[in-house]
T-cell receptor, first 114, second 113 residues
């Protein structure tokens, strides 16, 4: 079974530029999560999808961050415009059911904003 | 008080010893609890989950949950140098399936030969 796929793995951009991250979850997993992880910290949830519906986006900075999960499979997280403080690892995870199910993480995208 | 707190590290144990990692949480209605391992530069890997009070064993790993005292712990028996990593607890708080998901800050474990 293939794991969670993310791309790109690394991205370096200038501040104020836009950037997008893509995630393909494990086949059959209807729940998808985007996390942000700063160095030395635990991941912080940005948004959680159940199929196409964003069921928890309370921690997503909506002035510059947006996400979509068309057709309930792949998802894209976008930042526009990027700020220096957005430099972090962006992790995508998926799970097979609602609520309590175990999450499996992709390799992450390391973003550097210069 | 932080919603989820892990014992401050780094934790250093000799090879073959038992490593004990702890996590406390503030929301009494927390439903599900997970332990992840994260090697440097890698993404978190699931070790195990626990939902009910008591112990749950999987190989050299034992998770212990005490909802009354609001803590969950992970014991690693016969620690190996390959266990050296950051250990993260994840807690699904609240009484619904869409409860708030919160990771602890992580505890760095070093197992020395």
């Amino acid at each position: 079974e293939a794991g969670v796929v993310q791309s790109p793995r690394y991205k370096i951009i200038e501040k104020k530029q836009p950037v997008a991250f893509w995630c393909n979850p494990i086949s059959g997993h209807n729940t998808l999560y985007w996390y942000l992880q700063n160095l030395g910290q635990g991941p912080e949830l940005l948004i959680r999808y159940e199929n196409e519906e964003a069921v928890d986006d309370s921690q997503l900075p909506k002035d510059r961050f947006s996400a979509e999960r068309l057709k309930g499979v792949d998802s894209t997280l976008k930042i526009q415009p990027a700020e220096l403080g957005d430099s972090a690892v962006y992790l995508c995870a998926s799970s097979s059911g609602q609520g309590y199910n175990e999450q499996f993480f992709g390799p992450g995208t390391r973003l550097t904003v210069l | 008080q932080k919603e989820v707190e892990q014992n401050s590290g780094p934790l250093s144990v000799p090879e073959g010893a038992i490593a004990s990692l702890n996590c406390t949480y503030s929301d009494r209605v927390s439903q599900s609890f997970f332990w992840y391992r994260q090697y440097s530069g890698k993404s978190p890997e699931l070790i195990m989950s626990i939902y009910s009070n008591g112990d749950k064993e999987d190989g050299r790993f034992t998770a212990q949950l005490n909802k009354a005292s609001q803590y969950v712990s992970l014991l690693i028996r016969d620690s190996q140098p390959s266990d050296s990593a950051t250990y993260l607890c994840l807690i699904n708080a609240g009484g619904t399936s869409y409860g708030k998901l919160t990771f602890g800050q992580g505890t760095i474990l070093t197992v020395h030969p």
